[in-house]
C-alpha cells in the first residue's frame, strides 16, 4: 500500500514538473512581453506546490513501510532513487531555504544589473552572502548525505562523482591542455598559412537555416511526434520527454552556430526521447543528471558533427538548403577549419573544445576554495585572473566582466554545477571509443548518414537505463571502464595535432 501511495504521488509530481516544463520553455519562445508577471505568479505557485507535496513528512513513513515490503527489482530501483532524493529535498530547513533563496535572487539582479560595467565591488558583497548561504548548504547536506561538503554540492547536479574521483582527471586533463593548447594554436597557424579560412558565402536567410537544421534532426532520428524546433535567445532543450521543446538562435552572416546549436540540443533531446516510458514518472526512469546529460549532447555535436565523416554527408545538404553557392570549390578540410577554430578567450560559453576544459577546471579549483572557507569572495578577482594567465596566457584582473562575473552560476548559487560541462565531454569521447570498438563501421554509416545503429547502442548503454545507476556505474557498464582522460586527451590529439 506504501508504495501504490509513492506511486500516485510520483504521477503527481510528474504532472506538475511537465507543466512548469512547458511554462518555462514557452516564456523563453513565445509569451508575450507583458505576460511575464503572470507567468511568474503561476511558475511560483506551482513550484510552491511541487515542493509541499515532495517533502511532505509523511513520505518518510512511506518510503520506510515499503523497504519492509516485498518489492520487485524495478521497484527497489524506484525507491532507492526516490529516496534518495527525498534527503536531499528535506535536508534544509524551510526558513533557510527561504533565505537562501531571497539572498540568490537578490544576487542574480544585481548580477544582470552590473555586470555590463564590470563593477566588482558593488557586486561582492551580494556574492559574498551567496557564498555564506553556500557554504552552510554543503555543511547541512554533508551531515545529511555523510559525502565531503563539496561532493554533496557535486551530487545534486551529477549523482555519484566525488572530488576523488574528479581531482586526478582534471589533474591529468589540464597537465595536458596547458602545453597542448600552444602546441594546437601554433599547429592551426601553419595550416591556415598554407590553406587561408575562405569566406562563407552569406547572407543566409533564417527560414533556409531553420529548413537545415530541421533535415539534420531528422537524419539524426529526433522524433518529431514529440518534440519540436523554436528559436530562443540562448539555445537550450527543455519540455519532457513525450514533449521535447528545442531552441537555438541564428546569424544571418554565418549559419554554422545555428546549426551547431540545433545539433548540440538534439543531443540533448535523443536523450530525454530515448528514456523508459513504462513509469516515466518516477525518477529512476528519468535523465542521470547534468554530466551524462551533456555527454549525449557533446557526444553529437564533438564526436560526430564536428568530424569529417559527418561533413562529407552535409555539405551536399548544405548546398540543397542553402545554395551551391556555399561551398563551391570547397574541400572537406575548408570546412573543418571553420568548425574546430581553436581561439584563446575570456568567455567559457564562446570557447572550443581545446580551451573549454580550462575554463571549466579554473571554476572548480575555486568553488572547492570557496565552500571550504580556503578562499573568500575578496579575493577571486586576483584568484581568477592568476589562473587565466597561467591555464590560458590570458588577464582578467581589469575586466571583471570578461572574468569572475561572466556566469550566471555563483550569483544563483549554483555550486558544483561547473564541473559536468567538462565530464560530459570526457564521458562522450569514452562512449565514442566503446561504440567504434562494438561497431567498427561507424564513421563509415555516419558518412551515408545513417545514424541508426549508432543510435541503438546509445539507448541501450545509456538513455533505456534512466537513473538506476549511478553516473560512474553507467561509464564502467558502457564502457567496460572508469571515466578515463586518456580517450578525451586522444581524441584532441586525432583532431588538433594529426
Known sequence: ??????????????????????????????????????????????????????????????????????????????????????????CLPADFVGAKTKSAMA???????????????????????????AREEARMRSQNTGLKPYDAMIDQYDPGNKMADIDPVFAELKTFLKSF??????????????????????????????????????QMGFDFNHGRLDTSHHPFCGGVPTDVRMT?????????????????????????????????????????????????????EMQIVRSPMFWKWAMPRVDEHLGEHVFKGWKIEDVLAHVNLIERGFIRVDADEVTYPLHVILRYEMEQDLIEGKMEVSHIPEAWNAKMEEYLGLSTLDNPTDGPMQDVHWPAGLFGYFPSYTLGALMAAQQWASLVRHIPAAPQQIEQGNFSEINEWRSKNVWQKGSRFSTAQMMEQATGEPLNPAYFIAHLKNRYAS
Open 248 to 300: 537555438t538562435r541564428y546569424r544571418t552572416d554565418t549559419f554554422l552556430p545555428g546549426l551547431m546549436g540545433i545539433l548540440h540540443e538534439t543531443g540533448h533531446a535523443q536523450y530525454e526521447q530515448g528514456l523508459p516510458r513504462k513509469d516515466a514518472h518516477w525518477p529512476h526512469n528519468k535523465a542521470r543528471g547534468m554530466g551524462m546529460h551533456e555527454s549525449q549532447s557533446l557526444f553529437v
Open 181 to 218: 593548447v600552444p602546441q594546437a594554436l601554433e599547429l592551426q597557424k601553419q595550416r591556415l598559412a598554407h590553406r587561408p579560412l575562405r569566406p562563407l558565402n552569406g547572407p543566409f536567410p533564417v527560414e533556409k537555416q531553420r529548413a537545415l537544421g530541421l533535415a539534420a534532426m531528422k
Open 107 to 133: 544576487s542574480e539582479q544585481l548580477w544582470r544589473q552590473l555586470r555590463p560595467t564590470g563593477d566588482w565591488k558593488a557586486f561582492a558583497p551580494a556574492l559574498g552572502d551567496v557564498v555564506k548561504f
Open 1 to 90: 500500500m506504501s508504495y501504490q501511495k509513492l506511486d500516485q504521488l510520483n504521477q503527481t509530481l510528474h504532472a506538475l514538473e511537465h507543466a512548469m516544463s512547458l511554462l518555462g520553455a514557452d516564456e523563453a519562445t513565445n509569451m508575450p512581453t507583458g505576460g511575464g508577471e503572470g507567468r511568474a505568479t503561476a511558475l511560483s505557485a506551482l513550484s510552491a506546490m511541487h515542493h509541499e507535496k515532495a517533502s511532505a513528512p509523511i513520505i518518510a513513513e512511506w518510503i520506510d513501510a515499503a523497504q519492509n515490503s516485498d518489492l520487485n527489482p524495478e521497484q527497489q530501483y524506484a525507491l532507492a532513487e526516490f529516496k534518495r532524493l527525498y534527503e536531499q529535498r528535506t
